[in-house]
C-alpha cells in the first residue's frame, strides 16, 4: 500500500496510523530489496583510501567481512530495525546467499554454502568508520569469494569499490511508532524505540518510523548505494573472534536437508 503525499505531518500520521493494519499486510507480502532511495546528510563517513580490505587467500581467492545491514538506524524506507531481529531466521535458513544486486542469477552468486557464514556482531558506529555515536548490531557476511564464480565482483572487493551492502529480507513482525499524543499506542512505541536511533534528526522531521523486530533473511548483496547506508566492508578477521554475538565458527554454515522446507517458507 502506497502512502500519498500530504500537506503537513499531522495529515500523514492520521493516514498511517488508520491504515497501519493494510500498510503491515502490504510490507509483509513482499521481499524487501533495500536499495538506496537517499542519502541523508546526517550520515558522516569516514573514507579510508589504500591497501584492500580482502583477505588474500590465494591469487583466486580471497576473504571479505560484509556488513550487510545494521540496527538503530532509520533507513530511506521509514524502517528501524531493532538488535535481535535476524535471530530466528539465522538459526533455521542455511541456504543464505551473498549475491550482486540482489539477482538471483547463477552468475551473480558471490558465495553461499560452506564459503558463507552469516550472524550478528555489535560493533560501535565509529568502529564501521562513522562519526556517529552509539551502537549497532550487524548481520555480518564473512565470504570467501572464488573469482572463478563471479570474476567482476572479487575485482570489485579486491579493488575496495564495494562501500555498500543491502539486505533481502521479508518483515515478520513491524510495529508502528508517531510522534504525536493523539494515538496512545503509538507514542508509547516511539518513547520506547527513538532514544536507541543514531539518526535522531530523521525520525524527527518524518514525526514516524517503523519498528522492525523480526524478520526473514534471505540473502544479502553488494549494491553501489544501501537504503542503509552504515553497511560498508571491513577487513576480515583471521580467525573467529570471542566477542561475536551469534557467529558460528567457520565452516559450520553447511546445509541441512531436513531443514529445506523450513528454509523457503516465505
Not at 581467492?61 to 545491514?69: E, L
Request: hydrophobic fraction near 35%; include cysteine; glycine fraction near 4%.
Amino acid at each position: 500500500m502506497e502512502i500519498p503525499n500530504f500537506d503537513t505531518l499531522k495529515e500523514r500520521i492520521d493516514f498511517v496510523v488508520k491504515n497501519k493494519s493494510q500498510i503491515i499486510a502490504a510490507k509483509k507480502a513482499q521481499i524487501k530489496h533495500a536499495d538506496g532511495i537517499a542519502v541523508f546528510s546526517t550520515l558522516l563517513r569516514e573514507h579510508k583510501t589504500g591497501a584492500s580490505k580482502a583477505m588474500a587467500i590465494s591469487d583466486d581467492v580471497i576473504k571479505v567481512r560484509a556488513i550487510i545491514n545494521t540496527t538503530n538506524w532509520m533507513d530511506s524506507h521509514d524502517d528501524v530495525h531493532v538488535p535481535g531481529l535476524w535471530s530466528k531466521s539465522l538459526s533455521e535458513n542455511k541456504m543464505i546467499m551473498h549475491l550482486q544486486e540482489h539477482k538471483m542469477q547463477f552468475d551473480k552468486i558471490i558465495s553461499d554454502g560452506q564459503n558463507l557464514n552469516a550472524f550478528t556482531k555489535t560493533y560501535d558506529f565509529r568502529e564501521l568508520g562513522y562519526d556517529i555515536d552509539g551502537t549497532t548490531q550487524a548481520l555480518v557476511f564473512d565470504s570467501i569469494i572464488e573469482k572463478d564464480r563471479n570474476p567482476y565482483m572479487f575485482e570489485q572487493y579486491k579493488q575496495n569499490r564495494v562501500n555498500n551492502h543491502s539486505v533481502g529480507m521479508q518483515y515478520v513482525k513491524l510495529l508502528l511508532a508517531v510522534n504525536s499524543s493523539d494515538f496512545a499506542e503509538e507514542k508509547e512505541i516511539w518513547d520506547i524505540y527513538y532514544p536507541q536511533i543514531a539518526n535522531k534528526e530523521r525520525a524527527a522531521e518524518n514525526g514516524l518510523f517503523w519498528v522492525v523486530k523480526e524478520a526473514k533473511v534471505i540473502e544479502g548483496s553488494a549494491v553501489p548505494i544501501g537504503s542503509n547506508t552504515v553497511t560498508p566492508t571491513l577487513e576480515p578477521v583471521k580467525s573467529t573472534p570471542t566477542n561475536h554475538d551469534t557467529e558460528p565458527p567457520e565452516g559450520t554454515q553447511r546445509i541441512d536437508f531436513n531443514k529445506l522446507t523450513k528454509c523457503f517458507e516465505l
